[in-house]
């Protein structure tokens, strides 16, 4: 098991910043896959951002420029640095690790709200 604890969201205006961490504790493995992933009221969760164990990351078109992933492994913590938010930026930021064979975690969730 993998529990995940999200914090750092809120409120912010548009162009604003935000950080979101995300500690995993419990059986972690050493070749894992950190993300952050969004859900916008009544559409799809999406992806956001992710970074491998070795800080490859990928990035959702909508936020290359403006979101920065990274982590530490040594305290399994992701980050999500937002900068330059937009009202459409607002969404619920789910953490998700996973690693091999099939194992898929997610956190319980945090707001993210921009304000034009």
């Known amino acids: 098991q993998v529990q995940l604890v999200e914090s750092g969201g809120g409120l912010v205006q548009a162009g604003g910043s935000l950080r979101l961490s995300c500690a995993a504790s419990g059986s972690i493995s050493g070749n894992n896959v950190m993300g952050w992933y969004r859900q916008a009221p009544g559409k799809q969760r999406e992806l956001v951002a992710t970074i491998n164990s070795g800080g490859r990351t990928n990035y959702a078109d909508s936020v290359k420029g403006r979101f920065t992933i990274s982590r530490d492994n040594a305290k399994n913590t992701v980050f999500l640095q937002m900068n330059m938010l937009k009202p459409e930026d607002t969404a619920a930021y789910y953490c998700?690790?996973?690693?091999?064979?099939?194992?898929?975690?997610w956190g319980q969730g945090t707001q993210v709200t921009v304000s034009s």
């Open positions: 998700r690790y996973t690693a091999l064979p099939l194992y898929l975690y």
